[in-house]
Every structure is written in structure tokens, then in C-alpha cells.
């Protein structure tokens, strides 16, 4: 179980206090407007930026003292989660040698996790000769050859075309039921994220806003932000013109 | 990489700087005022002056070049043109002497043909005029090549709202180009006005005499030739004094200058139909450019037809001196730069102190204030109750030049060392990937090609400085712009010719290599 407890943030007079828990296991969609406070979210928990208070624990464990490297995480970023320099295969590498002098027996996992995202035998191209859902595919495959339990992903999808979206989607969803994983997931496409999401979290202006099963946080109603997140009342809906 | 190599480079720096400070305080206490310190006020005034002229007029010529050439995208020999610009920026000063001199001087290709039709050239170049066209002639290319870059910048989006709007030429200019412009003025005048300012190789041969020096030059004349230690004191704490107030703008507006030459990928612009600029903008390019391009090509014509000339023991004992001083120079301001970045971007990156980051940053640049003869008569006056300064000639030549270079080489190695933690920093940490592992396989892709052009800077600067080796240089120890000097002032212009073509390829062929290096980089992944 993935847990915090106000944990806060502050950058100047802006600051963010997030209370969330993560069952086990469990795939958590976190959506919210731009600037809100998700990527500072997924930042805090993966330790790239120290926290001012509060507490974060996984299965018990007090993360907060452990470098980035030391928790037992894996995250994925928007972009720029692979160096260009370095072959698909190598970048996979890292995940088993930082300093990358692999073993025969690493070289044969970074194949098995390459097969796994569907790429097999793409391991020695570089990134600028991959498509960009390809890209994120190494990137995936990095983070499963890590094999930690908790998986971050911060927006990582959102320059692929739909389609594209969905099958990465899927494939993360099956890879968290096959390796037991714990997944945290910010997504700009709430409808597209409920379809695979146990839990939805809408974090607005630093803090967790609303959070529950999927459907009940799209069809809350009342609540201010979120309606205006989805545009609920505002254009010809019955709220203003109704009565 | 830790931050030892930083904080042992900023010792030493801090060291050497304050030395040299403190070596021009004692000198201030010493008698000598020296001959004319009543001209002091009168020095001061025609610096700034010739600085300012210098200035305005170089800005004026690449603002023309660098929107005549943006406009006119195709055109038979604009690379080449480009490749003019970007070699007069880096020409060793007293190259460029040579080749106003073999232009314009009285025995020269404008001259000689002035001659004829009864008009004296030499009696005209010697004094402002020389100092204004050799200063204009390097740093128009510099103004026009950052500029060019800006304009280039502007993206086709710009150009197609442009063209959909139909908005006609003035207002092009003065909508969409001026900004531009404008935007890189404040920086670019106070970087330009500082070397004309600091100018030595320059005004010394083609100044014409002591009504035309700056303040540098009369550093070097008081103790040189006079020992008038309080007067050059005097000066160099002036000069001190008056760069430092130039350099605020420089910081205050000190986004990072856009550096390097235009790749020249240009789009078509919607004004490049326009009657007005059909008929300016060829007019501005033939001038500007035959401005450039015929004093480089009177170097290499005169060069050439003298070439036999180098087989001479002068000019080899020269370039041997000139390689064994320059190489040095060049590796240890690389090495400075390099270990300074490094601890700006752990203090900026790892501990959050953005202010100490910038505060390295700005140590950098100490040489732009404490100029390098102020920084060379400081430290002849520290040194000289120990031992002879000229003894230790070469080491002290080899740091005054490792610092000349260091804002240049920093400028070169910073952006890739921050670029590597911002955007690769998080993905790093995350993996572990630290220590040796980490400037392997993340910094060195990225660093690999600035530190070859950081040291291709850094060793062309020392090749071609003459106001340091001068000072400290004597009968024993002449360089290469040394010797070039000596031949000037003897008239003996094919020598001269010979040397300044020498000096001219060694400098280019660094900046060639250092441009062709790729390394790991990141440009052959992409």
C-alpha cells in the first residue's frame, strides 16, 4: 500500500499537501488541470523533490530518507526518458548496471523484456531511428526490467495518437497484472483512463481534490472544480438556463 | 564529479586575481608618476570614444549584413560569405592589423591605387581611422553572425501569419525584425565596447602614436618603457573601474548570446520580393562583403606569394615558442572552465543555491574586468622583489592567457553541463547511474563537442595574444604575433605577409577540427 499523509510541497506562497492512499496492486489515475500539482505529485514520490512535511510510506516503508535510485520505484516521464546516444538495448540496460557493463545473462534479459513490450530484435537501434510509441515501449520495457514494485508514470502517453494511447494503456495494465505492480499514473484523458484505472484522484491547486472508483469521480456533481475541469454546466447544460 | 576540481580552480583563480590586485595597490604607493600624467584625462576620453565609434559602427554594418543576408536566403557565394564572417571573428588581432595595412596602407592593394590619382592613404589610416576599420572589420561579422542567428530564429509560423496578413515590408522590419535586433543590442554593444575599449594589438600599431592609446596600451607603455609603476597603477584601476561598470548591462541583460555560425537555413521571406530591399540588399552585400572578404584575401594572396619566407630559424623558433606557450594556456583555461561549470551546476543542480551558481558563473569573466595587462602589471609588480618577472615568463604568460580564455571556454562547457541535469538528471538519479558512470555515459555525449571547440577557443586566443606575450616577452621568448609585430613596425611586409598567413591557418585549422569532432555526441545519434 502506497500511502501519504500531507505530504506538502512549497514553491514561494504556492503549496501543495496531498493525503492519498494506494492499495496494493491497485492502477491510480491522477487527472486534474495543468499545473495543479500531479507532476509535483509523482516528483515528491519519486524523490526529486524533497518534501518540506508530511510522511510517505510504501508497504510500510518511510520512503522519505531514501534517494531516487533507492526507492523501490520506477518512473516514466513525458519525454526525454531515453538518451539518444545509447542503443534501445543499452538504454534497457541501465536499468540492470548503471554503469552498463552487462553480463551475458543481463543481455538475455534486456531481449526477454525488449520481446515482452514488443519489440524484439529492435535492441540495437537508437532512439532517433524509433517511432515515438516505440520510444516509450523501450522506456516501459526499462521500467519492468527494473522490477520494482511501484510504477510512476507521469503523463507518459500524451504525444501518441489515440490508438497508439490505448494499446500502451493496455499493455501497462497487463503488465501490473502479471507482475503484481502498483501503478500511479497522471493522464490528461480521464475517459480513456477509467477504462483501465481502480481508483481516479483529481488533484487541483496542490491538493487531492476528489478521489474514488473511477465513474463516481467523472459523475460527481456539486463539486466546483471538478465541474469545471469537465466543462459540466457551463455551455447550454441545465444548470443556468434549466430553471 | 565532485566539487574539489571547482573549489581548487576558484582558489586559484581568487589567488592569482587578487594577487595581481593586490601587487597594483602596492605600485599605486611607489613613486613614478611617469612623464605625462597630465594626459591621463585626455586617454581616458579618446578611449571611450573610439570605443563608442567603434561600436555604433559595427552594430550599424552587421544589423545591415545580418538582415540583407536573412532576407536574401539564395544567392551564389553566401555560404562563403558566412564562412568570411565567421573566420574575420577569430582572426588574432594583429592578423587583422596586417590586413588593413596590406588594404589600406600605402604600399597596400586601396592604397597603392590612391597613390596614383595623388592621395596619401598612410598619413590617413594611421591613427582613428586605422583603429575604427580593423575594429569594425572583426566585430561587424560578430554583430552580424548573432544577429543573423536571431533573425533566423524566428519561426515559419511567424511567416506564414506575415504572409497571410499581407503586412508590407516597412512594417515587416519594424514588427517582426527590430525586436529581434533590439533584443541583442544591449548585450552585444557592451561585449563590443569592452574589446574595443581593452583593444591593445590594435591601437598600438595603427594607432599612430600616444593621442590615439587606450588606457590598456598606456598600461603597457608606463611600465614597459618608463617603470612608471604609480602611473600604471593609476591606469589599470581606472580601467578596472570603468569595465566594471560596462560589464552590469552585459549581466543584466545576459541571456546567453546566441553563439556559433548560422547553420544559414533560411526560410523564404515574404519581403524578399519587396522593390526596396531587391535593390538594397545586394548594394549592403557587395560592400559589406568586399568590406570583409578583401583584406582576407589580401592575407592570403600576400601571404602566399612570401611563403618561402617562413623557412627561416626567426619564425620557427617563434612558432615553437607560440605552440609550447599556447597549448598550455589553452588546455588549463579548459580545464578552469570545466571545473568551475561543474561546480556552478552542483551548486544550481544539487544544493539549490542558484545565487553561488550564478556568483561562479561571474567569476568567469574576472579577466573582461581586470583586464589582462591589468592582471599582468599587477602581477609583475608582486613578483618583481623575488625574483625577475621575465625569468618566469612562460608561466605567467601560459595563466594570463588560460584567464583570457576562460569566459569563453565556460560559455562553451556550461549550457551542455546544465542541459545533461536538466534534462537528463532525474532519469540518472532514478537509475543510479552516479560518479564516473554518470560523466561517462550522460555528460560526455552531451560535453564532448563543446570541450573540443572550448579548447579550440581557448588555444587560438593564446596563438594569437600579443599584449601579454609583449610584456613579459623579451629578446629569448618572441611568439608567433610577437615576431608579426616586430616585422610591422620594420616594414617588412612580406615577412610579415608570410607569418600572418601562418598564423591565420593554425588558428582556422583548430576551429576546423573542433567543428569537425563529434565524438559520442548527440548530433550523430540524431
Redesign the interface.
Known sequence: MLALAELGVDYGDWRASFDLTVPKGALCALIGPSGGGKTTLL?AI???VRPHRGSLNFDGRDLLPL????RPL??L?QD??L????TAGDNIG??LD???RLSADQRAAVEAVLARVGLAGLGGR???ELSGGQRQRVALARALA?NRPLMLLDEPFSGLDPGLRRDMLELVDGFRRQDGLTVLMSIHTPVEAAEIADLMVFVDDGRVAAAGAPEAVMAESGNEVLDRYFRRGVVGGGGRHGG | MSRLPGLLALGALVAVVGLALGGLVIAGGEPGLGSSASHIPRLVLVSLAQAGLSTVLSLALGAALALALARRSRFPGRSALIAAMNVATVLPTIVIVFAVVAVYGRAGWLGSGASLIGLDFDTWLYGLPGILIAHVFFNAPLAARIFLAGLSAIGPEQWRLVAHLGLPPAAIFRLVDRPVLVREVPGLAALIFLLCFTSFAIVLALGGGPANSTLEVAIFEALRFEAAFRRAALLAALQIAICLTLLIPIMAFGRRVAEGASTGHQHDRPDRDARMWRIADPAIVLLGGAFIIVPLAAVAANGLSAFASLFDTLVVRALVTSLAIGIPAGALGTVLALALASLSRHLRVGDGRIAAANAVGITSLVILVVSPLALSAGLFVVIRPFTSPLSVAPLLIVVVNALMALPFAYRQVEPPLMLSAE??G??A??????G??RAR??DW?LLSRPLAVALAVATALSLGDLGVAAFFGSGDLVTLPLLLHRQLGAYRMAEAASVSLLLSLMVLALFVAAQRWTG???A???
Open positions: 516528483h519519486g524523490g526529486f534517494a531516487p535510485a533507492e520506477s518512473i516521464f526525454h526518458n538518451f539518444p546516444h545509447l541501465l536499468a548503471p554503469s552498463l537508437k532512439p532517433g527494473r | 534534462r537528463y532525474r532519469l538519479d532514478s537509475l543510479g547511474i552516479a564516473v558512470a555515459l550522460v555525449p559520442d555526441g548527440f550523430r545519434a540524431r
